[in-house]
């Protein structure tokens, strides 16, 4: 049974910086696609970053240039490197994952992810 494990929310000051993880349990996060979503209450969940097997990395552009994804393959875990956290970055994060190698042109949607986890609250303060 997959299980995805986030962990490394928690509270910060606007500029600041966080490192989520998101450890995997029978799934090798090296060799499929990966992602991250966040979500605030009466809003969809809306996809931020994705890596392919291949290393091949996706943004939104709200992100993009503050937020990084990466894998440790070794560690088997997923990580979102956030800086210059602004408070329109408050939301709950999500790991997702799936069994495709690469996340292609759908890697922002909700639907192309078969795994989840509980997710991690993460709150910027201004």
């Known amino acids: 049974q997959v299980t995805l494990v986030e962990s490394g929310g928690g509270s910060v000051q606007a500029g600041g910086s966080l490192t989520l993880s998101c450890e995997a349990s029978?799934?090798?996060?090296?060799?499929?696609?990966m992602g991250w979503f966040r979500q605030i209450p009466g809003s969809e969940r809306e996809g931020i970053a994705s890596?392919?097997?291949?290393?091949?990395?996706n943004y939104a552009d709200d992100v993009k240039g503050r937020f990084s994804i990466s894998k440790d393959n070794a560690k088997n875990t997923l990580y979102l490197q956030m800086s210059i956290l602004k408070p329109n970055d408050t939301a709950v994060y999500y790991c997702a994952a799936d069994k495709a190698y690469w996340c292609g042109g759908g890697w922002y949607s909700t639907g192309r992810y078969s795994y989840w986890g509980q997710g991690t609250q993460v709150t910027v303060s201004s």
């Open positions: 890596s392919d097997r291949d290393g091949r990395t």
């Open positions: 029978e799934f090798s996060v090296g060799d499929y696609c």
